[in-house]
């Protein structure tokens, strides 16, 4: 059963599934490297807990927790 990003605990890796929704920020997301197959790794959270960081593409990238929630990925 696919979970969203932002359930992925911190040291785990997943593979992404697909990013919901068709507007700016979904556009964004996957201009950002967040596509289908891709294998992205949860780094933690800010201190209060928003954003999340993660690696995706050997690159570092932090995203709110609402963001997060768009992307589907299978662990």
């Known amino acids: 059963m696919p979970q969203t990003l932002d359930q ?3 040291g785990q890796s997943a ?19 967040l596509t289908d197959g891709e294998l992205i790794r949860s780094l933690g959270a800010a201190p209060l807990g928003d954003p999340l960081e993660f ?4 690159y570092r990238l932090s995203l709110r927790i609402v ?9």
């Open 67 to 75: 963001e997060a929630r768009r992307v589907l990925i299978r662990s």
């Open 15 to 33: 593979t992404i599934l697909d990013v919901e929704g068709d507007d700016a920020v979904a556009v964004r997301l996957l201009e950002m490297g």
């Open 55 to 58: 690696e995706v593409r050997g």
């Open 8 to 10: 992925l605990p911190e």
